[in-house]
């Protein structure tokens, strides 16, 4: 099994929103997305969504997105962005999902000896747009990888690589450790891949190994609309 990941895919949702407002590489970028993965998915692989799935505002106005990603080859883990406000109930987001994509929310699954651990995540401290009142979130969402992570440690033998999606870079923009960094050294997460950074942001990802961990900025303009290979 192949596992890819791309992040930020900000599709209509029947909202009439197009991403072309953020210049001319968005001009037609859902097609650009499902022709990329046409031409290099396999029904075998596994792709991970790291968040902004779509513009919907409600669950029945995300389905007709939701739908079109069923149809791309291969098995799909999604998580939630900042901008999936049509994001449901777990019950409600399994009965609508087609059966090739299955929410990550603040757990973790193994998949042919992959194990792969996700939340959303948060801004970190010390980011320039951190404000006091992002520390109980940023805290909680730490709390979410950590009890995601510690569910795995009873089935160690059941994995040999281990992956962390989140939607928010798991640093600030200098780059510092925080929560979410120590989580990923500490239970020795192979990969991390994460979204949200576009333009001018990005010059401040974190890519690269760091302590042991492999991060993937997976932002669908940063890796030019084409899902990024994992393993």
Known sequence: MRVFAIGDLHLEGGSGKTMDRFGPQWIGHDRKI???????????????????????????????????IGRMKGRKLMIKGNHDYWWDTKSKLVKALPPSISPLQSEAVIIDRVAIAGTRGWLCPGDP??????????????????????????????????????????????????GFTELLTQYRARHCVYGHLHGESTAAALTGARDGTIYHLVSADYVDFAPRQIL
Not at 50 to 68: F, M, S, Y
Not at 151 to 161: A, F, N, Q, V
Not at 170 to 176: H, M, S
Request: charged share 30%; glycine share 4%; hydrophobic share 40%.
């Open 34 to 68: 499902f022709d990329g993965w046409d031409a290099i998915g396999l029904d075998t692989d596994l792709l991970i969504l790291a968040g902004d799935i779509t513009w919907a505002t409600r669950l029945q106005e995300a389905v007709a997105d939701l739908e079109r």
């Open 129 to 178: 747009f951190f404000r006091t009142e992002d520390e109980t979130i940023y805290l909680r969402e730490v709390g979410r990888l950590r009890l995601a992570l510690e569910s795995l440690s009873p089935r160690k033998k059941e994995y040999d690589e281990l992956i962390v999606a989140l939607h928010y870079p798991p640093v600030n923009a200098a780059k510092e450790p925080s």
